[in-house]
C-alpha cells in the first residue's frame, strides 16, 4: 500500500492526472479507486473537489471543446473571405490540439455512454458544422475546386487533424506545433503537388 | 440460454463474426466464450475450426495486411513516374479500406499486447515505409513541392485515408467507396483551392 500524499491538489492540477488515467484506461474503463491511485490521495479528498468522475470528464472535455469554440470568435476566423477564414481556423485548430493534447485526445474519444459524453459529441457536431459551412461559404465564393464535394471534403480534413493525435508527442524531437499546422494548412489547401 | 446452431461455419465466415466481434469489444476484451455467443456454436465447435482467438486474429489482420500490400504489386504502383505511382497506391488504400473495412479497421486498433499484435504492427509500419519511399521519390523528381516535409505528409496522408474507417458505413446512403478514393486523392494532390 501506498501512503496517501497530502492532498495539495488544485481543481486544475487534479483534473490532469484524471485526464491522464482516462486517456489510458477509457473513461469507462476507469473507477474512483484508479484516479485515486493515480493521485496518490485518497477517494474522499477526490470528491473534496469534485462531485465524481463525471465531473472530471465534463472538466476535461470543456477545456477542449472551449478551445476549439473560441476559435471561432478570432478576428481572423470572423472577417474576410471565407477561404481565408477557413485557412485560419484549420491552422488554429491543429495549434488547439496539440497545446491541449491531453483533453482533445478525450475529447476525441468519448463514445457516448453517459448525458456528459452525450453533450460533448452533440458540441463536437455543433464544431464540425460550423467550418463545414465555412468550407460552404468559400465554395459558394469560387474559391473551392469544384470537384470537390463540401461534406466529404470536411470528414477528410477533419480525419487529417484529428488523425494527430494519435503520434504527436510533445517530448519527442520532431516537428512543433507550428510547423505540424504549416504542413496542415499547406496539403488541405495546396496539395502535395507542386503547382503545374 | 440460446440453443447452440449446428455448426455450418468454414474458417472464412467464422472469421468474419469473430472480427465484428473483436471491433466491438476490443480484442482484449474478447473471450473464447463472447466468441462462442455471438457465433451461437460451442466454444468446442470454435477449436474444431481454430486454435484459439489469437488465430482469429491472426487471419484476420493478414487479410487486411494482404490485401494492403498486394497493391504494391500491381503494376501501375511499380511502372511509371514515382508520383503517378503514389496517385495509384492512395486510391487503391482508399478502396482497399474500403472494400475490407471490419478487417482494415480491426487493423488500425492492434495495441500489440500479444506476439501477433506486435508483428501486425511491425507489418503495418513496412507497408507506411515503403509508401513514405514513393513519396519520397515524387520529391526527388520535383514532383511534390518543395515546402513539403516527406515525413510529416506521410504521417498526415495516412491520417487522412485511417481516419475513413471511423465514419465510413458501406449500408447508409452516401459517397461509394469510388467517390471517397476521388475525394481523397483530388485533397492529397491537389488540395481544396482552385488553382490561381
Redesign the interface.
Known amino acids: 500500500m501506498t501512503t496517501p500524499r497530502r492532498d495539495t491538489y488544485t481543481p486544475e492540477t487534479l483534473l490532469s492526472v484524471a485526464v491522464q488515467v482516462f486517456n489510458q484506461r477509457g473513461y469507462d474503463g476507469t473507477s474512483m479507486e484508479h484516479l485515486s491511485k493515480a493521485a496518490g490521495i485518497s477517494k474522499s479528498s477526490i470528491y473534496h473537489h469534485v462531485s465524481g468522475k463525471e465531473e472530471l470528464l465534463k472538466r476535461a472535455v470543456s477545456r477542449a471543446l472551449d478551445g476549439l469554440f473560441a476559435i471561432l470568435e478570432e478576428p481572423a476566423a470572423r472577417e474576410g473571405q471565407a477561404?481565408e477564414r477557413l485557412a485560419h481556423v484549420v491552422r488554429r485548430m491543429v495549434e488547439v490540439l496539440i497545446s491541449e493534447l491531453p483533453y482533445v485526445t478525450l475529447l476525441l474519444r468519448v463514445r457516448g455512454n453517459t448525458a456528459t459524453e452525450r453533450w460533448a459529441l452533440e458540441r463536437r457536431r455543433d464544431f464540425d458544422h460550423r467550418v463545414a459551412e465555412l468550407?460552404k461559404a468559400?465554395a459558394a465564393d469560387?474559391?473551392?475546386?469544384?470537384?470537390?464535394?463540401v461534406r466529404?471534403?470536411t470528414?477528410?480534413?477533419?480525419?487529417?487533424i484529428?488523425?494527430?493525435v494519435?503520434?504527436y508527442r510533445p517530448e519527442a524531437r520532431g516537428?512543433s506545433g507550428r510547423?505540424?499546422a504549416d504542413?496542415?494548412v499547406?496539403?488541405?489547401?495546396?496539395?502535395?503537388?507542386?503547382?503545374?
Open positions: 477561404v468550407l468559400a469560387g474559391d473551392v475546386r469544384p470537384d470537390v464535394e466529404l471534403a470528414r477528410l480534413v477533419f480525419g487529417m484529428n488523425s494527430i494519435e503520434w516537428a510547423e505540424v504542413a496542415v499547406q496539403l488541405v489547401f495546396s496539395g502535395l503537388c507542386r503547382a503545374a
